[in-house]
């Protein structure tokens, strides 16, 4: 930890909220300020690497600075009355559950305006596209950092728009449809989170979120609870997304572009389940263990229908996409953070959000890789691959051992990152709070457990049709790895090992913030 002053740290945080936004707004200009390339496509590409690595440098030094002795303190706090008449104030902050999520958020985003630089996506002109991943940036990473009701939903809503037209205008086959879907689906959600939002900060007389964290429901009836649950876990679990609202993922992820498939995965869906912990668990208690054995019930059939569903795209004759299949795992690795929300134990939810940063690191990996191999064969089918012999650790052995390493972390591999949040998930479901029923929580967690075996099943399938087998002798060559590839992965690559060997890294941070949040509040 480094001794930074509360004031330099609250500069920081305000830094990057805003400043991916006054980016964006610079891109768009004639001859935006980033620096000079051999085009102004370049140019503005440059700018968006720039900006994007500024924002990372200016989270990495948050983290240094931040109180590691006290994370489950809020820190960087600004707290200016915005409109005094509802009571709404720019309130930011972060603690030990918020900031392993916003320098994910900022890694991920600068990897991604790395990986462009050099692989643009085929659309119209890169300001618009480098401005829209700034907007998105923002928008995460303030959903991140606010702590106010209202300030959240915006935040929310404000990466909308950006990757709606990520997926309609730089997408692939399909991508019109699967625009509008992202976005009808997420909108209808939104408008009865907003509703379940406002009874909260109506009846509890402030939209402030440690304020309401700390009052513990303490001013809110069991039956505003119960409401105010119901209508905002319906948004979150939307964009979660929670069997059986995440019929738009699989559309979303195969039409995306490779950028587009990294954030969706790797930040926006963590927008869900940290608005649960950080939301319906402190503020609505009783209304959350009302429902809590019913998101556990659906977040197992999520995990065991995304795993069911990816070994029937897995199959030879399926036409199965690789892009859809690892979407599809994305329903059942999210389900894990869900059944570890639903025990409302400190093991179950620090598992939550442990099993959060695994799933952006992994995840994200596998799409760029998947972007990658599309790029080399032209296709992600995995028919196609096998019958064309991609082989590819005979013809592209760097490629195929970082996409086989990414199958066995994702499937759950101990010793690294995607071991140990499905493991203390599992563990909160063996003893659940006093409140809820264990022999209901033991056979969610029977469940689950059966989820993995299906999740390393299918995993291995893809590795097996994917990297091995014979190269035909009149197969072209496919390029491996190259310096930027490499350069974007090895951050991925690197984390996924140093979480998965030494997990008190982010376990140390969550769990204070995690107890106090469970035991009645966030000061």
Request: one cysteine or more.
């Amino acid at each position: 930890m480094i001794d930074i002053s509360e004031s330099v740290m609250q500069f920081l945080l305000a830094f990057i909220v805003v400043v991916p936004l006054i980016g964006a707004l610079a891109a768009l200009l004639p001859a935006p300020p980033g620096l000079k390339g051999k085009s102004p496509e370049q140019a503005v590409l440059r700018h968006g690497v720039t900006v994007t690595g500024v924002v990372l440098i200016a989270a990495i030094a948050l983290a240094l600075g931040f109180d590691h002795d006290h994370p489950s303190k809020m820190q960087a706090t600004t707290d200016i009355s915005w409109i005094p008449a509802l009571d709404v104030r720019i309130h930011l902050g972060i603690d030990g559950i918020s900031l392993p999520l916003l320098v994910l958020t900022a890694l991920l985003t600068f990897l991604c305006a790395l990986y462009s630089y050099f692989k643009t996506p085929s659309g119209p002109t890169p300001k618009a596209f480098v401005a829209l991943l700034l907007v998105l940036e923002s928008g995460t990473l303030a959903t991140f950092a606010v702590l106010d009701l209202l300030l959240f939903f915006l935040a929310f809503e404000m990466v909308l728009v950006p990757m709606y037209f990520l997926i309609a205008r730089w997408g692939g086959e399909g991508r019109t449809r699967a625009a509008w879907r992202f976005i009808l689906y997420t909108l209808l959600g939104s408008v009865v989170m907003l509703l379940g939002l406002l009874l909260i900060g109506i009846k509890a007389g402030t939209f402030d979120m440690v304020a309401l964290a700390t009052d513990n429901g303490r001013s809110l009836t069991t039956s505003v609870q119960v409401i105010a649950v119901l209508a905002i876990g319906i948004g979150l679990a939307v964009k979660t997304p929670m069997w059986p609202l995440h019929s738009w993922l699989p559309d979303a992820h195969t039409a995306a572009p490779t950028v587009g498939s990294v954030l969706l995965a790797g930040v926006l869906l963590k927008m869900g389940t940290y608005g649960f912990v950080r939301i319906l668990l402190p503020v609505a208690p009783h209304g959350f263990h009302t429902f809590a054995p019913y998101l556990a019930a659906f977040a197992v059939v999520g995990i065991i229908y995304g795993s069911l569903a990816c070994l029937a795209l897995a199959k030879r004759g399926a036409k199965g996409d690789l892009k859809r299949l690892i979407a599809y795992s994305s329903v059942g690795h999210m389900g894990f953070v869900l059944l570890g929300i639903a025990t409302t134990t400190p093991t179950g939810v620090n598992g939550a959000l442990f099993a959060n940063i695994a799933h952006g690191l992994i995840t994200g990996l596998l799409f760029f890789l998947v972007g990658a191999l599309k790029d080399r064969t032209g296709t992600t089918d995995l028919d196609t691959l096998e019958e064309t012999g991609a082989a590819l650790y005979g013809k592209a052995p760097r490629l195929g051992g970082l996409l086989a390493f990414a199958a066995v972390a994702s499937l759950g591999l101990p010793g690294l990152a995607g071991f140990w949040g499905e493991m203390l998930a599992l563990f909160g479901a063996f003893n659940p709070a006093a409140d809820l029923s264990r022999p209901a929580f033991l056979t969610f967690m029977a469940i689950a457990a059966f989820g993995t075996l299906l999740t390393a099943a299918y995993m291995l399938v893809v590795v097996r049709r994917v990297c091995m087998g014979a190269v035909p002798q009149e197969a072209p060559k496919l390029a491996d790895v190259h310096t930027y590839e490499f350069a974007a992965w090895t951050p991925l690559v690197a984390l996924t090992v140093i979480a998965g060997l030494w997990p008190r890294a982010l376990l140390a941070l969550t769990d204070p913030a995690v107890q106090q949040l469970l035991a009645g509040g966030t000061r």
